[in-house]
């Protein structure tokens, strides 16, 4: 089982769509998937629709990772009920997010133990936060994905980013590794984003993954008709699940849990489809 947490130390960059565009990916390559949503906003179990669809919650788990209660805190996504399943977020984790003391820091690790034979991957939806909930997330991870958008403060809260996750791999989690940095909402044509991208491979270099993902609406119109991007009917569409395949093809083999039908997009030139030959429909 690989365990990959989506992080940002700054709000708005997208990061649940990230969540939700790899979820997409990973039951597209059949994966047996579980999402954890520990982001007391709880956008990405909204998203995958089973709000109230279990007894108990991620908050209910860091409290007592026992199996049952990690059981009764687990629902199927109509996604794909076989496949992806979710353990549910809500506002209650946000009393997790203070200070973590060391105890607890390995809570969340500790109830995915019990689940290692049933999943392929856990992806962890991360708060847009360095508290005590992105602190357990990140320790029970394999890889750490940094999103970002092309801005000043997005770019600066991901050197932040770094520095956290190498904190915590020194602290609490020897095997966490950065996977690296996700661009995301990418326009064509634009001026300030082309000057913010040059200064992000400065900073971070072959750690900006060559895969990014456009600015489309049909990420937003699959979102808001509960559907994954890879059943979306359009050309841009096709095209953004060709780029969440690609990113989650390169997080599988860096845990070296390779998927081959995802081999052939985590090549650099998947990456590099022109966003002006793709209709936004």
Same mark, same amino acid.
């Given at each position: ?19 939700? @565009?790899? %979820?997409?990916? /990973? +039951?597209?390559?059949?994966? !047996?998937?579980?999402?954890?949503? &520990?982001? =007391? ?117 991901? @050197?932040? %980013?770094?520095? /956290? +996750?190498?904190?915590?791999? !020194?602290?609490?989690?020897?095997? &966490?590794? =950065? ?103």
């Amino acid at each position: 089982m690989s365990v990959l947490g989506i992080c940002s130390l700054k709000g708005g960059v997208g990061k649940t769509s990230i969540t939700l @565009g790899l %979820a997409s990916a /990973a +039951i597209h390559a059949g994966l !047996r998937t579980l999402v954890v949503d &520990l982001d =007391p906003q709880a956008d990405t179990t909204l998203a995958l629709g089973v709000s109230g669809g279990a007894d108990n919650d991620v908050s209910a788990v860091l409290d007592n990772p026992s199996p049952f209660v990690i059981e009764s805190a687990i629902a199927q996504s109509p996604w794909n009920g076989e496949l992806l399943h979710v353990l549910v977020g809500s506002n209650e984790s946000a009393r997790h997010d203070g200070p973590s003391y060391a105890h607890r820091l390995t809570r969340l690790t500790h109830a995915l133990e019990f689940l290692e034979e049933r999943y392929d991957l856990v992806i962890i939806d991360c708060p847009p936060s360095l508290g005590g909930l992105t602190r357990q997330g990140l320790t029970a991870c394999d890889r750490a994905l940094v999103v970002t958008e092309l801005g000043l403060f997005s770019v600066t809260a991901a @050197g932040r %980013a770094f520095q /956290a +996750i190498d904190e915590i791999r !020194r602290q609490s989690a020897p095997n &966490l590794r =950065p996977l690296g940095v996700l661009v995301n909402r990418v326009r064509a044509r634009s001026s300030e984003q082309a000057y913010r991208q040059e200064e992000l491979e400065n900073m971070f270099g072959d750690l900006v993954l060559p895969t990014y993902i456009p600015e489309r609406s049909a990420l937003q119109q699959a979102q808001g008709a509960g559907s994954p991007v890879h059943e979306w009917p359009s050309r841009a569409a096709r095209d953004l699940a060709d780029r969440f395949d690609a990113v989650l093809g390169a997080a599988l083999k860096s845990m070296e849990h390779s998927v081959p039908a995802l081999e052939s997009a985590t090549s650099p030139a998947s990456a590099e489809i022109a966003l002006e030959s793709i209709d936004d429909d």
